[in-house]
T-cell receptor, first 109, second 117 residues
Framework: TQLLEQSPQFLSIQEGENLTVYCNSS?????LQWYRQEPGEGPVLLVT?????EVKKLKRLTFQFGDARKDSSLHITAAQPGDTGLYLC?????????FGKGTTLSVSS | ETGVTQTPRHLVMGMTNKKSLKCEQH?????MYWYKQSAKKPLELMFV???????ENNSVPSRFSPECPNSSHLFLHLHTLQPEDSALYLC????????????????FGPGTRLTVL
């Protein structure tokens, strides 16, 4: 059974700081997805990456996929309070999405 | 607005009660999902429906009973639950459903926060 480990579990920072969160898999990703879940809402897809070494940017968010397709990072530049939420990585495994436990990010102004 | 709505948003029930969770999607999708999100565990897939047919039951106890009367509606019927069933229950939908070799974006509803006393 594939396991996704996310770190850190919790992160509390000030507005304007940079941060990186990580996702590591016990096996090669089929298709890596990153989600953000805000309090009281369901997860929302941020990005999908499938190619080893791939880098995608979404405004202040930069997603990197490891060459071996077993790890990924999400870097946020100049964090804002609106970035607060639970960041989840997931892999498509057959007919199911496998999720990590997530990183809870809190950005205070 | 994600196009997926869930009711109720919060539910408190005793272990002997029977209740139902409702999910409705307004996106014209053909696949719908139930997930369970507990405080200390990753988000877990429970059931998958493609074109109203159940295609996945992820070893879910029989006290959870799904129903999909049409492609837009999904229910989760609950009976004789246990306190450990307390969690956030999320519904999601996607255009075609997850099949091997494809990536089909799932859109999640806001969830129902369930507390079993």
């Amino acid at each position: 059974t594939q396991l996704l480990e996310q770190s850190p579990q919790f992160l509390s920072i000030q507005e304007g700081e940079n941060l990186t969160v990580y996702c590591n898999s016990s096996s090669v990703f089929s298709s890596l997805q990153w989600y953000r879940q805000e309090p009281g809402e369901g997860p929302v897809l941020l990005v999908t990456v499938v190619t080893g070494g791939e880098v995608k940017k979404l405004k202040r968010l930069t997603f990197q996929f490891g060459d071996a397709r077993k790890d990924s990072s999400l870097h946020i530049t100049a964090a804002q309070p609106g970035d607060t939420g639970l960041y989840l990585c997931a892999d498509q495994a057959g007919t199911a999405l496998i999720f990590g436990k997530g990183t809870t990010l809190s950005v205070s102004s | 607005e994600t196009g997926v709505t869930q009711t109720p948003r919060h539910l408190v029930m005793g272990m002997t009660n029977k209740k139902s969770l409702k999910c409705e999607q307004h996106l014209g999708h053909n696949a719908m999902y139930w997930y369970k999100q507990s405080a200390k565990k990753p988000l877990e897939l429970m059931f998958v429906y493609n074109f109203k047919e159940q295609t996945e039951n992820n070893s879910v106890p029989s006290r959870f009973s799904p129903e999909c009367p049409n492609s837009s509606h999904l229910f989760l019927h609950l009976h004789t639950l246990q306190p450990e069933d307390s969690a956030l229950y999320l519904c999601a939908s996607s255009q075609e459903g997850i099949t091997s070799g494809t990536t089909d974006t799932q859109y999640f509803g806001p969830g129902t926060r369930l507390t079993v006393l």
